[in-house]
């Protein structure tokens, strides 16, 4: 059961305060039943005088409808993993990336970065057994032209 990988372009998103996240998001293979835990971070170094711009989140999925933000073990958790196409060649995950880890200032440019997971995902043949998976890859950052902003940071 294959279940990382990322999308080659993460889309950055700014809210309406000038906040960047990350949207990381990539294929899921079909024989996934569910995203149990999925802990995500991405990081770029754009300049060597100052700190690295990070975003992580940490989250099973979630229904996008019902989500509301939540607390696990004193650990602030988003709105969840989204899954569109579950069970099929198509299936893929998207996940906002909202904690900054203190590097709001620093900004996100376009570009390459480092994405780094760590997920246990539930099978859903031939016994439903829980698997964990580690993958990292280099990705590239899409960045809205400055001045663009977006109100919402839901998951689509």
């Given at each position: 059961?294959?279940?990382?990988?990322?999308?080659?372009?993460?889309?950055?998103?700014?809210?309406?305060?000038?906040?960047?996240?990350?949207?990381?998001?990539?294929?899921?293979?079909?024989?996934?039943?569910?995203?149990?835990?999925?802990?995500?971070?991405?990081?770029?170094?754009?300049?060597?005088?100052?700190?690295?711009?990070?975003a992580n989140a940490m989250?099973?999925?979630?229904?996008?409808?019902?989500?509301?933000?939540?607390?696990?073990?004193?650990?602030?958790?988003?709105?969840?993993?989204?899954?569109?196409?579950?069970?099929?060649?198509?299936?893929?995950?998207?996940?906002?990336?909202?904690?900054?880890?203190?590097?709001?200032?620093?900004?996100?440019?376009?570009?390459?970065?480092?994405?780094?997971?760590?997920?246990?995902?539930?099978?859903?043949?031939?016994?439903?057994?829980?698997?964990?998976?580690?993958?990292?890859?280099?990705?590239?950052?899409?960045?809205?032209?400055?001045?663009?902003?977006?109100?919402?940071?839901?998951?689509?």
């Amino acid at each position: 059961m294959a279940a990382g990988n990322f999308d080659e372009m993460l889309e950055v998103i700014v809210a309406a305060d000038g906040t960047q996240v990350v949207k990381a998001s990539g294929p899921l293979d079909a024989n996934v039943a569910e995203v149990v835990e999925l802990c995500v971070w991405v990081v770029q170094r754009d300049q060597l005088n100052q700190d690295d711009a990070v975003a992580n989140a940490m989250s099973g999925e979630t229904n996008l409808a019902a989500a509301q933000s939540q607390t696990r073990n004193g650990m602030s958790m988003g709105a969840g993993v989204n899954v569109a196409g579950r069970g099929t060649a198509t299936a893929h995950w998207d996940l906002l990336l909202d904690d900054r880890e203190g590097t709001e200032a620093v900004k996100f440019v376009e570009g390459p970065a480092a994405a780094y997971a760590i997920g246990v995902f539930l099978s859903a043949e031939p016994e439903g057994k829980r698997r964990a998976f580690v993958w990292s890859e280099s990705v590239r950052l899409s960045v809205p032209a400055a001045g663009g902003s977006m109100g919402s940071m839901s998951s689509s």
